[in-house]
């Protein structure tokens, strides 16, 4: 009974730390948007974003897109693009831990030339 007990309190103190942990805000990067990106052993998403941080430092990310990403579909190799998601960290075997944004909504911006 005592076992039934604790594992009981064990699971609702963990429900309640789940509830109370922050859900993390989508976030969006601007930039040029490449495509056909190959790795070994397939250690990739195919797509990374070239994007400047809030310094002017220029950053790479991958991006995963879903079958559930808004606006996939116009997002081609050398497009500049708006991409807004959360950013995860993936574990590749060969690459270890790679930060990557999985899209929610890409949007085209058309009046950048590339």
């Known amino acids: 009974m005592k076992h ?14 789940v509830a109370q942990s ?3 805000a989508p976030t969006t ?22 994007y400047n941080d809030p310094h002017g430092e220029k950053k790479i990310i991958e ?11 116009l997002a081609t190799d050398g497009a500049h693009v708006s991409v807004t998601g959360l950013i995860v960290v993936h574990h590749y075997i060969e690459r270890g831990d790679v930060p990557r944004i999985v899209a929610s909504e890409i949007k085209v911006d058309r009046n950048v030339e590339h």
Do not use: M
């Open 4 to 17: 039934v007990l604790f594992t009981f309190l064990g699971l609702a103190a963990l429900t309640a730390a």
């Open 63 to 73: 991006v995963d897109i879903t079958t559930q990403t808004v606006g996939a579909g």
């Open 22 to 24: 922050p859900t993390p």
């Open 29 to 50: 990067l601007t930039g040029v948007l490449h495509t056909g990106i190959v790795a070994i052993g397939g250690d990739t998403t195919g797509r990374v974003l070239e």
